[in-house]
């Protein structure tokens, strides 16, 4: 098989990227906005030694998984990838990437049967970040270049972020924006048309400060659930001493400080730790990384419990080998990315830990971006 060559196949899967995966001259071969089922003619444009991408030009069967996308942007626009998709379809799909990526990069022969959270599939975005473009109006980048794709709706945002892209005709600041809405709350980064930056939220029953130029999940129904999950994992440990690691604002911290005699938080944002002492309260806080300060606390003693939120790489490896050998008897992992968390679980479940439950939480309909919730036991 070269760079130009015409097969015919059908997609058998959905890749952790979006695309769908079909077989042909003995290789996995991806394209962009196909459904499994979906039986097409297409071109290899892409080529590497076990691997191709192909561009789709006759759909020959439909899928009956597919669906009729609610943007008129969709396929321009780089904002989703599965509106192609129904929504049980988008859902299934990502079980089988989490539960592939648990079986591939695991090592796990059974992983635990995976629960999926399903989400409002529109309206529910309540995080975006507008980037600059023609004229200085906002958008979101372009699916295949660099280029701002102008907006004026986005029927997964928020409805308050529905109604300043409706309604906004101002440019944006240089380096784009960053909005955060949920009913009557509207923030943005830098004081765009005089919007503040920050402002409480009510998750739950309590209130979290945030800043919309700061991480915080972008789906509040989910992130409520996901509250709701660590809380419940927390059950199982005495209630000792509790960590939050990668803790971000603090947001899990919030919560769990009503569990726990004791609460250690580590963020190296200083501006997110500054949250963080607004939102947990009485706590020790760590301004660094949290493979630095977790060691320290776990040799102290009377850590029961600890919730770890880290970026899309996952832990660093020299925690996830300190946590293995160890950790507190109850670790919550809450993970963005599904082959970090595998290779992660397989580290920790390497050492004293099992893997007592998976839980994904579609924070991003739409897309193919997995949130999950791992809890180990030792």
Known sequence: MVTGDSFSAEVESIASDGSGVARAGGMAVFLEMTAPGDIVSARITELHRSWARARVETLESPSPLRAEPAC??????????????????????KKAILRD??????????????????????????????????????GFKGRRSGEVWPLRDCPVADPGIRRLLAETGEALPEDGVTLYSRGELLLAEGRWRELPPRGRLRLLDRDISLDAGLFFQSNAPMQEALIRGVLAAAEGAAPGGAADLYSGVGVFAAFLRDRFERLFLAEQNPAALALARENAGEAEFFAGPSEKAAPAWLRRGGLSFIVADPPRGGLARSLAESLAAAGPEVLAYVSCNAASLARDARILCGGAYALKSLTLYDFYPQTAHIESLAVFIR
């Not at 529910?124 to 906002?138: F, Q, S, Y």
């Open 72 to 93: 008129p942007a969709y396929g321009s626009c780089g904002g989703c990838s599965l509106q192609h998709l129904s929504y049980e379809a988008q859902l299934a799909a």
């Open 101 to 138: 990526a648990f079986t591939r990069i695991g090592g796990f022969r059974e992983p635990p049967e995976i629960t999926a959270l399903p989400s409002p599939a529109w309206g529910c975005r309540n995080r975006v970040r507008l980037h600059r473009g023609a004229g200085g109006l906002p």
